[in-house]
């Protein structure tokens, strides 16, 4: 489980990558979490907002690094254009929906994440996604 997440905006992925080594703040829009692993929970909403499985995500790919090592210091990775559309697209009361079965989920697997601070989270994203969106920019992940 990661201490630090930054989910930013960033016009492409050499530019993202720039970002491993100091994180996002400084040069691009972000938002800053704590004490959740991202790349398993951008996988889970994926899920729950546009279907499939988790493990034919994984086999896909997904999250895809564009930075870093994914178990050792720093990493920097992508959020899937289909998660992005799913989030962008979704109604608040929707991405409350999915926020709560996050949040059971993770439960289930022995890590509290609040519902509220999992609605919060949730939303957040998918509102720095839409403004990345219309910034013609990508949201990505830097995780330490």
């Known amino acids: 489980m ?8 960033a016009p492409d992925d050499t530019s993202a990558a720039l970002t491993l080594q100091t994180g996002p703040e400084r040069a691009f829009e972000s938002l800053s979490f704590g004490s959740f692993d991202p790349e398993e929970a951008v996988l889970e909403w994926e899920c729950l907002l546009a279907g499939g ?3 034919e995500l994984v086999e896909a790919g ?8 994914d178990n050792d210091g720093c990493v920097v990775f ?29 439960a ?12 919060a989270i949730v939303g ?20 330490a």
């Open 2 to 9: 990661s201490t630090i997440v930054k989910f930013f905006v």
């Open 53 to 55: 499985s988790f493990e």
């Open 62 to 69: 997904e999250p895809r690094v564009v930075a870093g090592q």
């Open 78 to 106: 992508a959020i899937s254009p289909r998660l992005s559309s799913a989030l962008a697209d979704a109604e608040h009361s929707r991405l409350r929906d999915v926020a709560v079965s996050w949040a059971q989920r993770r």
């Open 108 to 119: 289930e697997d022995g890590e509290v994440i609040d519902a509220e601070i999992a609605d």
């Open 124 to 143: 957040d994203v998918a509102a720095l996604v839409s403004s990345a969106r219309r910034q013609s920019q990508n949201v990505y992940c830097w995780v």
